[in-house]
């Protein structure tokens, strides 16, 4: 998945918006002002952070070469995923949608998307 596809596939859930809160490298997309995806505009291919269960996130690293612990990011909630090193497209977003929901679940009930 490139950069433009991640892009795209993560606007299009309810909620998003994306910012560049570290500097303007570091692209953010957030629901209700709470991250769930970032990755670098200069360096996408050296992964991309996403938020992910503590007991999956093991799981997925001992599973995957594409998927480390966070990088700058704590390693018991957020992985980091090489996105062009051959994981396949609807795995990738998988994990993205997995990100996402976590993120809503723990929402007030008034900041989640409709």
């Not at 360096?43 to 007991?55: M, N, R, S, T």
């Amino acid at each position: 998945m490139n950069i433009v596809d991640f892009r795209n596939y993560c606007l299009a859930k309810p909620g998003t918006t994306e910012e560049l809160p570290f500097d303007e490298d570091t692209l953010v997309f957030k629901v209700s002002c709470k991250m769930f995806a970032l990755c670098s505009l200069s360096e996408y291919g050296k992964g991309i952070a996403l938020k992910c269960d503590p007991e999956q996130a093991v799981l997925l690293r001992e599973q995957y070469a594409q998927i480390l612990p966070g990088y700058h990011m704590s390693k018991k909630h957020w992985n980091t995923v090489l996105p062009e090193a051959g994981l396949p497209p609807e795995f990738l977003k998988s994990l993205i949608d997995h990100s996402y929901t976590l993120v809503v679940a723990k929402l007030p009930k008034a900041l989640k998307p409709v």
